[in-house]
């Protein structure tokens, strides 16, 4: 238990340090609106609605995928996503922790589902929940037991993440984790069904290489 409290802890810190450069910038200062964007800028947290909003770009819009959404970070999830996100999972972890470090923990840590997490995606005018992307039968099939948001990001995974999202790629020596890593991740991504990942309704998406916002909305606490 003392174990699980400072590694609670641990999130907490991070995810508040995170926020602070955010909200401010990395070097201390406010950004300049004449100023290139950086990075973590492209990343907005509203903690008082409980969103965090990104952009994204879409890698295909039919087949079957794993994950609707892709977070850089777990490189072999890539070419299994609809679309990629402009901000890497490190970001997005620290950023949904900092909205909710209990409900973080049991995503994260727990591996748990948590309902009423809501993924909006915005085009131009046009926005769509995910239920809209999904061939007819898979829409069926994941309604039954509810969209979760595990079904649609990998959040990324305590026993892994420590090669997988390490800076500047992982060293050559950790290679034989790899086959384990997905081994191992791959059996956590079967549903109740027996079934993983999901089929595309062709023509719901924007073509591939567009760009489009995406909305990522905490339920109340």
Same mark, same amino acid.
């Given at each position: 238990m003392d174990r699980r409290l400072r590694a609670i802890a641990g999130w907490g810190l991070l995810a508040a340090a995170t926020l602070a450069v955010i909200v401010v910038g990395a070097d201390g200062q406010p950004p300049s609106p004449s100023s290139p964007p950086r990075h973590a800028a492209e990343l907005e947290l509203c903690?008082?609605?409980?969103i965090v909003s990104?952009?994204?770009?879409? =890698? /295909? %819009?039919?087949?079957?995928?794993?994950?609707?959404?892709?977070?850089?970070?777990?490189?072999? =999830? /890539? %070419?299994?996503?609809?679309?990629?996100?402009?901000?890497?999972?490190r970001q997005l972890q620290l950023a949904l922790a900092s909205l909710d470090w209990r409900l973080w923990d049991r995503l994260w840590a727990q591996g748990a589902d948590v309902p009423g997490i809501r993924v909006d995606i915005a085009y131009g005018d046009r926005a769509w929940t995910p239920g809209e992307f999904l061939a007819p039968e898979e829409f069926l099939a994941l309604e039954a037991q509810t969209i979760g948001f595990r079904h649609l990001l990998f959040p990324g995974s305590p026993y892994f993440d420590a090669v997988a999202l390490r800076?500047?790629?992982?060293?050559?020596?950790?290679?034989?984790?790899?086959?384990?890593?997905?081994a191992v991740l791959r059996q956590r991504f079967v549903r109740r069904d027996?079934?993983?990942?999901?089929?595309?309704?062709?023509g719901a998406l924007p073509r591939p290489g567009t760009r489009v916002r995406l909305t990522i909305v905490l339920p109340p606490n």
């Open positions: 903690p008082d609605r409980r990104f952009d994204g770009r879409v =890698l /295909r %819009d039919r087949g079957w995928v794993q994950f609707l959404l892709y977070a850089p970070g777990y490189e072999w =999830l /890539r %070419d299994e996503s609809a679309i990629e996100t402009e901000v890497d999972l800076a500047g790629g992982p060293p050559c020596s950790l290679c034989p984790v790899f086959p384990l890593e997905q027996g079934r993983s990942g999901y089929e595309l309704r062709t």
